[in-house]
């Protein structure tokens, strides 16, 4: 009973659409996100972002305190890391890109094998496959549109050049 109330609703069809639109929301955060980290690392001495300042302030706390920083790199790595750009860290936004792809997959599956459970093959187990086919790889285009490890690759080199040659 429950199986074809969830074929003649769609409701699988409204939660694939669902998580579609949550990885493409997962791809555009994470990119305005690195853009914004990018703009400012490039102008890391004058920047008035938050995560530019407090890298500052701990790397210049350390120097003043006769520390050492024997890996800026490391150093600098460790921030951007945990930096969260909206609601979630930069780390949780990709996977969530990437986990969005397998998901609809997964309710693609689900909703032909009810289909085909309930009516055998019919138009609706074929479009559930065709649709969920067509998303994952929408998705999957969608996620590797920009290389974000480049782009958080470049914040890294500059602000560990800054650090290593103004600080």
Not at 74 to 89: A, S, T
Not at 140 to 150: K, N, P, T
């Amino acid at each position: 009973m429950l199986e074809t109330m969830m074929v003649s609703s769609g409701s699988v069809m409204y939660v694939m659409a669902a998580v579609g639109i949550l990885g493409v929301l997962a791809k555009i955060v994470n990119r305005m996100t690195l853009y914004r980290l990018i703009k400012a690392a490039g102008n890391m001495p004058k920047s008035t972002h938050k995560l530019m300042k407090l890298v500052k302030a701990k790397y210049e706390h350390a120097c003043m305190a006769h520390e050492s920083v024997e890996n800026v790199g490391v150093f600098v790595e460790k921030y951007i890391y945990e930096y969260r750009g909206f609601l979630f860290g930069i780390h949780t936004w990709r996977q969530m890109q990437l986990l969005t792809v397998w998901f609809v997959g997964i309710l693609a599956t689900l909703g032909a094998f009810e289909c085909y459970i309930t009516y055998g093959f019919s138009d609706a187990a074929y479009q559930y496959i065709e649709t969920g086919l067509a998303e994952m790889v929408l998705l999957f285009v969608i996620s590797h549109l920009s290389d974000e490890q480049y782009k958080l690759n470049a914040v890294r080199m500059y602000m560990v050049d800054y650090l290593e040659n103004n600080c």
